[in-house]
């Protein structure tokens, strides 16, 4: 037997807008983009922050309240899982690959009165059906999650 854990957590802002969409089945499912900065010292002695992009999948109620609440700019705490995801490129580039997370559980980190409050709905976004509070866990199982 060997051992295994496969836990991410990751504080940044979104580079975007959360992005919803919906399983025909109705699950919810919300596409995030995280910066998060290093701290660097350059050549010069200068500090400078590096960046880090990463894709972030929520799903269920949380995917709902991310896009309820957070837009670009939005500083967040995540939980969750590291995925490795492989495709062919559509150009026949070859095969393309990438690592992303997905969300279990995500702590909006600012109040309403620092821009927290919600976000207009996009005409494109199905409306909400069962709204969670920020701090929910997304109630997906491993099995419940549409493959990528």
């Known amino acids: 037997m060997s051992a295994s854990l496969n836990r991410i957590v990751l504080c940044g802002n979104l580079t975007a807008d959360p992005e919803l969409s919906y399983t025909p089945s109705g699950m919810a499912i919300a596409k995030l983009r995280l910066a998060v900065n290093e701290r660097v010292k350059n050549q010069q002695g200068e500090w400078v922050d590096r960046p880090c992009y990463v894709d972030v999948t929520a799903f269920g109620g949380q995917a709902e309240a991310s896009n309820k609440y ?5 500083p967040i705490l ?4 590291l995925r490795y995801e ?5 150009d026949g580039g070859g095969k393309r690959s990438k690592h992303s997370v997905v969300a279990d559980r995500i702590q ?7 821009g927290g ?4 709905e996009s005409p494109s976004a199905a409306p909400m059906k069962s709204p969670k509070p920020p701090m929910a866990d997304s109630g997906a199982d491993e099995d419940d999650l549409p493959p990528f």
């Open 78 to 81: 995540l939980e969750g899982k």
């Open 86 to 90: 492989t495709w062919e490129a559509k």
């Open 108 to 114: 909006f980190l600012s109040t309403r009165s620092e």
């Open 117 to 120: 409050a919600p976000r207009q």
């Open 70 to 74: 957070l837009e670009k700019g939005s």
